[in-house]
C-alpha cells in the first residue's frame, strides 16, 4: 500500500467550475498535510498547507483534514485555464522522520476554458 | 529575496559518469532536502541536512552522497550513473530541521544517455 494515495486523473472541469482534489495516506502519524501545485516541467510550488482537523481557506482555496478517516483535500472554487496543473498531496510522517515529506503522485488537472 | 537557487539547470551525462548538483537554500534557512522526481510520479526523499550533518536519508543506494557546507548550502552527488538516474533533482530548504515548510528551488534536470 502506497503511503499517500492520490487519483491520477486526468480531472476535467469548465471555468469557474469547483475542482476538488482526494489525498489518502496509511500513516496515522502523520503530522502535517501540504498541497503543491506543478506546472509542466516546473518544480512544485507550496498553495496550502493544514496541520488541525477541519477546513483552512485561502483565497480560491481550501484544505480540509480528517485525521479519523485520514484523508486531506483541496477545493478550488471559480476555475480557472491557469490552476491548469498537477497538484500535489505531501505529508510529513510522524517522530524521528526528520520531517522529510512523503508525496502522493499528483493529480492533474484541466480547466476547460 | 532569493528563493532556492539550484545548478546546474539541466545536464546530460553517460551512463558510468559522476555527477555532482548544486543547491543554494533560502537566505536564514537551515535545513536542505534533495528529492528526485521521474516523469509522472511525485518527489521522492533522497537526504535532509541540517546544521550540516545528514538527518535522514530516503530509500536511494549509496551512490547517492550530500554534504552541506558552513553557509548552508549543499551539493548532492551521483557516481556510477544509471539510465534510472534520469529525473528532475529538486532542492528545498526549510528555517529549521523541524520546520516543516519547505520550499522548492527549480531542480536541474539530469539526462543519463
Known amino acids: 500500500q502506497k503511503e499517500v494515495e492520490q487519483n491520477s486523473g486526468p480531472l476535467s472541469v469548465p471555468e469557474g467550475a469547483i475542482a476538488s482534489l482526494n489525498c489518502t495516506y496509511s500513516d496515522r502519524g502523520s503530522q502535517s498535510f501540504f498541497w503543491y501545485r506543478q506546472y509542466s516541467g516546473k518544480s512544485p510550488e507550496l498553495i496550502m498547507f493544514?496541520?488541525?482537523?477541519g477546513d483552512k481557506e485561502d483565497g480560491r482555496f481550501t484544505a480540509q483534514l480528517n485525521k479519523a478517516s485520514q484523508y486531506v483535500s483541496l477545493l478550488i472554487r471559480d476555475s480557472q485555464p491557469s490552476d491548469s496543473a498537477t497538484y500535489l498531496c505531501a505529508v510529513t510522517l510522524g517522530p524521528g522522520s526528520a520531517r522529510q515529506l512523503t508525496f502522493g503522485s499528483g493529480t492533474q488537472l484541466t480547466v476547460l476554458p | 529575496d532569493a528563493g532556492v537557487t539550484q545548478s546546474p539547470t539541466h545536464l546530460i551525462k553517460t551512463r558510468g559518469q559522476q555527477v555532482t548538483l548544486r543547491c543554494s537554500p533560502i537566505?536564514?534557512?537551515?535545513?536542505v532536502s534533495w528529492y528526485q522526481q521521474v516523469l509522472g510520479q511525485g518527489p521522492q526523499f533522497i537526504f535532509q541536512?541540517?546544521?550540516?550533518?545528514?538527518?535522514g536519508r530516503g530509500n536511494f543506494p549509496d551512490r547517492f552522497s550530500a554534504r552541506q557546507f558552513p553557509n548552508y548550502s549543499s551539493e548532492l552527488n551521483v557516481n556510477a550513473l544509471l539510465l534510472g538516474d534520469s529525473a528532475l533533482y529538486l532542492c528545498?530548504?526549510?528555517?529549521?530541521?523541524?520546520?516543516?515548510?519547505?520550499?522548492f528551488g527549480a531542480g536541474t534536470r539530469l539526462s543519463v544517455l
Open positions: 537566505s536564514g534557512h537551515k535545513s
Open positions: 541536512y541540517y546544521e550540516k550533518e545528514e538527518r
Open positions: 528545498a530548504s526549510s528555517l529549521q530541521q523541524g520546520g516543516n515548510i519547505q520550499y
Open positions: 493544514i496541520y488541525s482537523n
